[in-house]
């Protein structure tokens, strides 16, 4: 079985700005892939370039088997995109919008009917269908655009920062309806986004993309090894807390790195120290209030990259 | 593609534009109703159903001045957001993503306003013969249908060129108020500007007029910068079409004086008439696919972005 997404080396250069930097990318039938990275990262350029609406400067990929810049149609049919800002026409009702993307894709009258209802039941729409989309809020819109994108019934489902604008309670929503198109129906999803507890939670596979170039990629597990490299952070509340500590601390074997602000403190080093930190804290006077040592998380990771993006 | 196409035709006759279609449809009304056909009749031309179009007897203009001068509007109407509105909307990369070429959306947007303007003329000019024949109770004469028929060609062309004009501006500008704005500029340089500078030029170039020789050259001149403009060829087409009698004139001085009397009373007929406006309309449908081609290969290439 081949991927659904093959890119090898693939480039987008505007001028002399490189946004898309000789990525390679491999995403399997039913698989949810979490493509992740800050703002202007290029995660949408890439996406674009995936379905043809723009061509690569170099490079190729291969979306169901096929060269979207050569044959845009075969890869559309089986592919359902939701744009960053989904937009319909606003003097239609949503259940027309949806007739219209069904005329679009070809689907007979009398078997898009009773699909449209469906969905609209699914995405939670079924009371607004016949009300203009104008009147939609972002979050019922974003919905429609879920619909919309599962109405020719796609191997593959790429969404753009599908949960940009949504209230904590519609992203929870929305996950679940992701982990279900992949569960049940093997629908592959690429999930493009810059937020990362969701990615966490429902990807199988996450990229990590930092100035057009993929720096991380594989399972969320595998991640957290391949750049924690037997690193520990400590982060202590210290009640009476002094410079001499601070000094202390950071005099400690295999410390990198000791800071404070205010009772909290954070080591980085490479090995655990917490017995020793305890008992430097103990003999500078001070009280320690709350000790804890944790792996980096995929959101350190995550920041980091995002710092360094915006340096 | 036809779903967009009768998607965007249901557009056109929505309550968005209706209005303006309606507007240009009641004009019809109001002067096939207000001319006055008596006046016309005093006049002791032979063709009633041409000069209801032309004359300006009981109206302030005539309907042929107003279409030349605002028809425009209705074409630039139809087409400054045909893109660049689906972009400001978000739903042009929707659009985009399902199974439909390119080519697909601009051809079916552009093909629609087409058929809208080509029924609102026919509409219009239906509506002006109509009411000629029940006030006057007598029907257009076989040549006079003919010349009704190229009319209404022309003017469908003339209107296709300013349609074709707002849909390149909706492709290369993303605003909808620029496109609209660089269009309706547009509609004043190659409307106003270019006849006023066609004058002008002509001064420069045969500043005496002291010979028929000079005459010549100075309309020469004229009507050749008249026929850059759209509205030039419109107007030119339009009094070939409309008057068999006064219409041949444009080529006044090529004719020996001495035949010239004879000739001026006797109408051309209706065939040579649309022979003589046949490279007028090849030059607007010319036009049109010009500016057609230019959006066409800018919105082929260009980068969808949400």
């Known amino acids: ?311 | 593609m036809s779903a967009l196409f009768w998607k965007e035709l249901a557009d056109h006759f929505g309550r968005r534009r209706f209005t303006l279609l309606l507007g240009l449809v009641a004009l019809g009304l109001v002067w096939g109703a207000f001319v006055d056909l008596g006046a016309l009749a005093a006049s002791g031309r032979r063709f009633f159903f041409l000069d209801v179009f032309t004359t300006t007897a009981g109206v302030p203009i005539s309907l042929l001045s107003f279409l030349s001068f605002f028809g425009p509007v209705i074409g630039i109407a139809l087409g400054f957001d045909a893109i660049n509105g689906e972009r400001t909307q978000g739903t042009l990369a929707r659009l985009l993503a399902q199974p439909l070429h390119r080519d697909s959306v601009y051809n079916a947007k552009f093909l629609a306003a087409l058929l809208t303007l080509g029924l609102v003329v026919a509409s219009m000019m239906i509506v002006v013969i109509g009411l000629t024949m029940f006030r006057m109770g007598i029907a257009p004469t076989g040549e006079e249908v003919v010349r009704l028929t190229g009319l209404g060609l022309v003017t469908v062309a003339y209107l296709a060129f300013w349609l074709a004009l707002a849909i390149t501006a909706s492709v290369l500008f993303r605003n909808t108020v620029t496109s609209a704005l660089a269009s309706i500029g547009m509609w004043f340089a190659l409307g106003f500007l270019i006849t006023l500078l066609g004058g002008v030029l002509a001064d420069r170039i045969v500043p005496e007029i002291e010979t028929t020789d000079d005459a010549v050259r100075h309309v020469n001149v004229e009507s050749w910068a008249g026929r850059v403009s759209p509205a030039g060829l419109y107007s030119e087409a339009t009094s070939i079409l409309l008057d068999p009698i006064g219409g041949r004139a444009l080529n006044l001085f090529t004719i020996e004086p001495e035949r010239l009397e004879g000739l001026l009373s006797t109408p051309v007929s209706a065939g040579q008439s649309l022979q003589l406006v046949w490279p007028h309309i090849v030059v607007l449908v010319a036009m049109v696919a010009v500016l057609l081609a230019v959006s066409y290969v800018r919105f082929m290439r260009e980068e969808i972005r949400a």
């Open chain 1, 1 to 311: 079985m081949s991927a659904l997404i093959e890119a090898r080396g693939l480039t987008k250069r505007y001028g002399g700005f490189t946004a898309v930097d000789e990525i390679d990318l491999s995403i399997d039938e039913g698989e949810v892939f979490g493509f992740l990275g800050p703002n202007g990262s290029g995660k949408s350029t890439s996406i674009l370039m995936m379905l043809g609406l723009t061509e690569p400067t170099a490079g190729t990929v291969r979306v169901c088997g096929h060269d979207p810049a050569r044959n845009p149609l075969a890869v559309k049919r089986q592919v359902g995109y939701l744009p960053e800002s989904v937009g319909f026409y606003g003097d239609l009702t949503g259940a027309q919008n949806l007739r219209f993307t069904a005329e679009l894709n070809g689907i007979p009258r009398n078997e898009a009917e009773p699909r449209i209802a469906e969905l609209l039941d699914t995405v939670e729409l079924e009371d607004a269908a016949n009300q203009p989309v104008a009147q939609y809020s972002r979050g019922m819109r974003q919905r429609l655009g879920l619909a919309d994108v599962l109405l020719k019934r796609p191997r593959l489902v790429i969404l753009d920062d599908p949960t940009l604008g949504l209230d904590p309670a519609g992203i929870v929503w929305l996950l679940g309806i992701i982990e279900e198109l992949s569960a049940r129906q093997g629908i592959a999803v690429f999930l493009s986004s810059h937020q990362l507890q969701e990615v966490q939670r429902v990807c199988h596979r996450v990229g990590i993309m930092s100035h057009g170039r993929i720096v991380l990629e594989g399972t969320v597990a595998s991640l957290t090894a391949q750049t924690d490299a037997g690193g520990f952070r400590i982060t202590l509340k210290v009640e009476g807390a002094n410079a001499a500590l601070d000094g202390a601390l950071a005099a400690l074997p295999s410390v990198r790195e000791a800071s404070r602000a205010g009772i909290d403190v954070v080591i980085e080093s490479d090995e655990d120290v917490r017995a020793a930190a305890a008992a430097a804290v103990h003999e500078h006077g001070a009280r320690l209030l709350e000790m804890r040592a944790n792996d980096r998380t995929l959101e350190d990771i995550y920041l980091r990259y995002f710092q360094e993006a915006v340096a």
